[in-house]
C-alpha cells in the first residue's frame, strides 16, 4: 500500500530565504508525482506535475525534482516571499485502484515579512 | 480553458438532515471525476470517483453516496448527515490518461451540527 509522507509538517522562515519541502513515498511504481499549493478554506492549486521518467520539474521560481528509485521528491522554492505562505501537498499517482492519487498530509510554510 | 466549479462554499446542516453538494466542470468532455474529503491537520482521502456517467465507484463504506447524471456534473449526497461527516469536501477532474494532472475546485466546508 502507498504511503505519502512529508516532513516537517510545518516551516516558518524568513522573507528571502531558499527553502526545501520534502516528500517521501513507500512504493516506487508511480505514473507521477504532483506538487500542490493550498491556501486557508481553499481548494488546492496544481503547481508541478513530474512524471515518474523525469528527474525534474521548473516554473519560475519553483522547481520539483523526484528520484523514484528511493521514494523521494522535493520542492525547492527560490527567494520565498510572504505570498508563499501556504500548505503544500504532494501526491502520487499509483498503478491501482483506478489510477488513484495518494496524498501528503502537507507541510504549512510561514514566510515571515 | 478547463474550469471547475463548486458550491455551496460553506455549509451548516443539522444532524439527520440530507445534503447535496454539486460539481461541475466545463471545457472538457469524458472527464474523471473525484470527491475528496480532508480533515483537518490530514490528507485527501478519496471518498468516490467516477470514470463515466452512472460509473460510481466507492472507496470507503460510509454515509454519504455520488451520483453523475451528466458527463461534466458530479453530486455528493446524503439522506441524513452525521456529526462525522463534518469536513471539508472538495471536488477534482483530470483527463482520462494516468499522466495527467489532477484539478480541484475550491471546496466546501461542511459543518453538521
Known amino acids: 500500500k502507498q504511503e505519502v509522507t512529508q516532513i516537517p509538517a510545518a516551516l516558518s522562515v524568513p522573507e528571502g530565504e531558499n527553502l526545501v519541502l520534502n516528500c517521501s513515498f513507500t512504493d516506487s511504481a508511480i505514473y507521477n508525482l504532483q506538487w500542490f499549493r493550498q491556501d486557508p478554506g481553499k481548494g488546492l492549486t496544481s503547481l508541478l506535475l513530474?512524471?515518474?521518467?523525469?528527474r525534474e520539474q521548473t516554473s519560475g521560481r519553483l522547481n520539483a525534482s523526484l528520484d523514484k528509485s528511493s521514494g523521494r521528491s522535493t520542492l525547492y522554492i527560490a527567494a520565498s516571499q510572504p505570498g508563499d505562505s501556504a500548505t503544500y501537498l504532494c501526491?502520487?499517482?499509483?498503478?491501482?485502484?483506478?489510477?488513484?492519487?495518494?496524498f501528503g498530509a502537507g507541510t504549512r510554510l510561514t514566510v515571515k515579512p | 480553458s478547463q474550469t471547475i466549479h463548486q458550491w455551496p462554499a460553506t455549509l451548516v446542516q443539522p444532524v439527520g438532515s440530507p445534503l447535496s453538494l454539486e460539481c461541475t466542470v466545463e471545457?472538457?468532455?469524458?472527464?474523471?471525476l473525484y470527491w475528496y474529503r480532508q480533515a483537518a491537520g490530514r490528507g485527501l482521502q478519496l471518498l468516490f470517483y467516477?470514470?463515466?456517467?452512472?460509473?460510481i465507484s466507492s472507496e470507503v463504506p460510509q454515509n454519504l453516496s455520488a451520483s453523475r447524471p451528466q458527463d461534466r456534473q458530479f453530486i455528493l449526497s446524503s439522506k441524513k448527515l452525521l456529526l462525522s461527516d463534518s469536513g471539508f469536501y472538495l471536488c477534482?477532474?483530470?483527463?482520462?490518461?494516468?499522466?495527467?494532472?489532477?484539478?480541484f475546485g475550491s471546496g466546501t466546508q461542511l459543518s453538521v451540527l
Open positions: 513530474i512524471q515518474s521518467s523525469q
Open positions: 467516477s470514470v463515466g456517467i452512472g460509473q
Open positions: 471545457g472538457t468532455s469524458n472527464p474523471n
Open positions: 477534482a477532474w483530470s483527463a482520462g490518461t494516468p499522466n495527467e494532472k489532477l484539478f
Open positions: 501526491a502520487v499517482r499509483v498503478p491501482y485502484n483506478n489510477n488513484d492519487m495518494r
